[in-house]
C-alpha cells in the first residue's frame, strides 16, 4: 500500500487526480496490479480508505485554486 499511497500523492501533487474517488482508487488499483509485482495488489476499496481523507484535500484545494484562478481571469477580461 506504502507504494500506491506514493503514487497517488504524486499524482496529486501535479494536479493530475481523477473526478471521483472511486475513479481515483480504481485506477490505482489498476496501476498497482501492473506495477507492483511482489505482493498482492490492493483492492479499490482498500485503497479508498487509504486515501480518502488526502484525496478530500487534494480537491479542496484545488477548487480553491481553480476560482480563485478563474476571478483572475474575469478580473483580467474585465480590465480590457
Known sequence: MYQVRQHFLERGEHGMLLPSLQQEAD?????????????QPPKAKSIM????????????????????????????????
Open 49 to 80: 480508505n487509504a486515501i480518502r481523507d488526502d484525496y478530500r484535500q487534494y480537491s479542496i484545494f484545488n477548487i480553491s485554486a481553480l476560482n480563485q484562478r478563474n476571478s483572475t481571469d474575469s478580473v483580467a477580461t474585465e480590465s480590457t
Open 27 to 39: 485506477y490505482l488499483c489498476d496501476w498497482a496490479a501492473e506495477n507492483i509485482k511482489n505482493n
